[in-house]
């Protein structure tokens, strides 16, 4: 497995990690095997993978856990990244559930850092992200926090997720940020028009969640049936009604180059996007090991130009990516 750098900071990380949202929450048979996401884990581990991304509120909280238990007497071959800032932590939790909401500010700064260490096991955190970011919070406040959180080395590195390029301007200046995370793929390019240019100019690592698609990309998702109830999915504008079906022709077309390859629709989409740049890490989720192998070897799939060419000419697909957009881009 390739590796890179993110960021000014010396972050070396393997080029695909491993997002581990979908083995607690979310998706279709999420939370049932915690034995069969250890062993994915790994697996992921012997392949060469090193970077692991994970937040407090998967589960919530029991994402973390696991994790724990799957780098038992092995926390220093691996780069663990968790998230904060979706979760308030200055009220009491409801029935014994978290109360959601956005909070950059440092007491809650504190308070979470010290929960993720807890369920993680570990000393430090390798890259702490803010999964949102709070309008009510100066980021200037909540990146003050987690500087000192770097020289008390509870924290190595802090990233920020789904930031603007403003914010992201204005955290920089503070402390260097080490990575953005944001969703890019062949199903999401919205990134390129100002988030990559930004990151690049600053020389901030870039890190590509939901690489293929939520799944779409893979080409195996043609019907809302093949959907738990419980699958937010369900509710994304983006696999309801007729978008669905209208969204179905970017995959024809990954199926297409996928034929040519004799390779999978994923290795594929993250042929692609690993063509982007070398500083670019996606971190494609999943539960089961024959998808992580397939997954990790589109590192060495090598597309030609006029494959590229074609994949990147994919029209951009119907429907907006969350139901509500309003806590994106902050």
Not at 51 to 75: C, M, V
Not at 114 to 132: A, F, K, M, P, V
Request: net charge negative.
């Amino acid at each position: 497995m390739k590796k890179i750098t993110l960021g000014g900071g010396g972050l070396g990380v393997s080029r695909l990690g491993l997002g581990c949202m979908g083995m607690s929450g979310g998706y279709t048979g999420a939370g049932t095997d915690d034995l069969g996401s250890i062993a994915t884990i790994h697996r992921a581990m012997e392949l060469g993978v090193t970077y692991f991304d994970t937040a407090e509120i998967y589960g919530p909280y029991t994402n973390e856990e696991l994790l724990a238990k799957a780098f038992a007497g092995r926390r220093d071959e691996v780069v663990i990244a968790t998230k904060f800032g979706q979760i308030n932590h200055l009220v009491p939790e409801e029935n014994g559930l978290p109360v959601l909401g956005l909070n950059g500010t440092p007491e809650n700064v504190r308070r979470a850092v010290e929960g993720s260490l807890r369920r993680l096991n570990t000393d430090y955190i390798d890259l702490y992200y803010q999964h949102r970011i709070d309008p009510g919070t100066p980021i200037e406040d909540t990146v003050g926090t987690l500087s000192e959180l770097i020289e008390e080395g509870k924290i190595r590195h802090y990233g920020l997720s789904e930031a603007a390029p403003a914010t992201i301007r204005r955290a920089h200046a503070v402390h260097p940020v080490a990575a953005v995370q944001t969703e890019y793929s062949l199903w999401t390019r919205d990134p390129e028009a100002e988030v990559l240019p930004t990151v690049r100019e600053l020389g901030i690592g870039f890190v590509p969640y939901s690489p293929l698609g939520r799944g779409f990309l893979t080409g195996t998702i043609r019907s809302l049936d093949q959907l738990d109830a419980e699958d937010w999915r369900r509710s994304n504008p983006r696999f309801e009604g007729d978008n669905l079906e209208a969204n179905i022709r970017i995959v024809e077309q990954v199926d297409d180059v996928a034929r040519q390859l004799g390779a999978t629709p994923a290795q594929v989409a993250l042929a692609w996007l690993l063509a982007q740049g070398d500083d670019i890490a996606p971190i494609p989720g999943t539960r089961r090991v024959a998808n992580l192998e397939q997954n990790v070897a589109a590192d060495e799939l090598v597309l030609s130009a006029e494959q590229l060419e074609q994949l990147s000419a994919v029209a951009a697909p119907v429907g907006d990516r969350y139901a509500d957009m309003s806590r994106i881009n902050g």
